[in-house]
């Protein structure tokens, strides 16, 4: 069945840094969500990649879709403590109204 | 903006006993939507379609006769856990998709029930 890995599972940074989470599909996607799910939340949606190449900006955070439409990432400038939680890409095959969650990355952020 | 309410939010149950969660769309119809579990520090396992008016479709590995799915309406589906046991207990999220105009494609997660089954 479809997998979505990212990478890394685990990210630190010192506050005021750089982050960057990668997200890869076994399949091709229609399209690609992100979702931010804070400790104890529940995940809540941040943005949808539907074009291949695509790139969204939302303030500090820039979120792009692969050419092949198999791999995402996002990136967060100068990261805020409210930047904290994990990140969860998840895809969507063609077809399907089924997502399936990538494993996450989960940054913390050191003040 | 749309919201999703799960209820309850947390729940203890003897081990043995059923319990009901609900998940609500607030201000939109949803003809679908997704249950999913998610262990602690893991990503979201979907369990699960509910489809109003018809039968859910469960995932492969998901035991449909003790996770019993029923979507009534356009706006509320329930999950019970039968005969629930400590291996159960575990955070079950449900989302709804909202196709209404431009957010058409917007997908809205509920709160998320905890349930400890001891």
């Known amino acids: 069945g479809q997998q979505v890995m990212q990478i890394p599972q685990y990210q630190h940074v010192q506050e005021g840094e750089d982050f960057t989470t990668y997200c890869n599909s076994s399949t091709t996607l229609s399209n690609i969500q992100w979702y931010k799910q804070r400790p104890g939340g529940h995940p809540v949606f941040l943005i949808q990649l539907v074009k291949s190449g695509e790139v969204k900006k939302q303030k500090r955070l820039t979120f792009q879709f692969g050419e092949a439409k198999k791999n995402s990432s996002l990136h967060i400038t100068a990261t805020q403590t409210t930047d904290v939680g994990t990140y969860f890409c998840a895809g969507r095959n063609f077809g399907n109204e089924k997502l399936t969650f990538g494993t996450g990355t989960r940054l913390t952020i050191i003040p | 903006g749309a919201v999703v309410s799960q209820h309850p939010s947390w729940v203890i149950c003897k081990s043995g006993t059923s319990v009901k969660i609900e998940c609500r769309s607030l201000?939109?119809?949803?003809?679908?939507m997704f249950w999913y579990r998610q262990f602690p520090k893991q990503s979201l396992m979907l369990m699960a379609t509910s489809n109003e008016g018809s039968k859910a479709t469960y995932e492969q590995g998901v035991e449909k006769d003790k996770f019993l799915i029923n979507h009534a309406s356009l706006t509320l589906s329930t999950l019970t856990v039968t005969s629930a046991h400590p291996e159960d207990s575990s955070f079950y999220i449900c989302?709804?998709?909202?196709?209404?105009?431009?957010?058409?494609?917007?997908?809205?997660f509920g709160e998320g029930s905890w349930l400890t089954v001891v």
């Open positions: 201000d939109f119809q949803a003809t679908t």
């Open positions: 989302s709804a998709r909202d196709l209404r105009g431009t957010s058409g494609n917007t997908i809205y």
